[in-house]
């Protein structure tokens, strides 16, 4: 997301005044929405669509096992979903009027649980997790189905885990763009255990937002939670994609200071 900064001469009463444009490339920050287990892409688009008026290129897509895909949803397992997700992300990369640089992912709660995997595979500048799932590194290969059957998954969320002993917590830990988690208040699908773990995982990322929908369920099945949860959102996500911005348009304008200081100090 690189801000370009031309020279210009200005044409007055027959003189030339001098003149500097900064204005942004034809690059924009790219947005990667991923949908939780169970759920699809539709659900991302109103959010992306507001976050698009941001002037950012968003990306939705449906992990298989859902919607075009649904006849693999006893079969798929995290290792197929991973590659969805990475494929996603260079699809989106590889876009011409993309950043690669400046790509934000966004993932709720199965997704947000590959969403932070993902950052161990795929250079991720801004990281957003939604009632993030966690489930142990066992049974990595097996059906993802089937990981919804064993009697202690419940009891694997509630517990206290050290980042160093799952794979997503740890990816966490090496993360170290900026950082949104937010937790839905009256999560029935996630304790709050799980939100700790993440927030406490995250050893060193540029930035830590942490927020919490007061009242809201899992999926946000009230329009007012959603509101909510888009607001959050798109606020962060203004701040961050804003601030990359007049942080690069600053770096621009004190490279121009330091060249045209050194051509001054040439001529004396």
Known sequence: MSIRLDTV????ARQKLEGTVLSPTTQFPGVLFVHGWGGKQEHDLSRAREVAGLGAVCLTFDLRGHERNAGQWETVNREENLADLCAAYDWLAAEPNVDPGAIAVVGISYGGYLASILTTHRDVRWLALRSPALY??????????????????????RSRIHWRDNRALAAAAGFRGDVL??????????????????VAAFQQPRSLTARRLTGADHALTEKSFQSDYNAVLVKWLTEMIVGARAG???????????????HESARH
């Open 9 to 12: 001469e200005i044409p007055v």
């Open 136 to 157: 142990p590194d066992e049974g990595w290969e097996l059906p993802k189905r089937k990981l919804h059957e064993q009697n202690d998954l419940d009891a694997y969320r």
């Open 181 to 198: 988690v937010v937790e839905a208040g009256n999560d029935e699908v996630i304790p709050h255990q799980v939100i700790e773990n993440f």
């Open 248 to 262: 690069d348009a600053a770096s621009e304008v004190e490279r121009h200071k330091q060249a045209t200081s050194g």
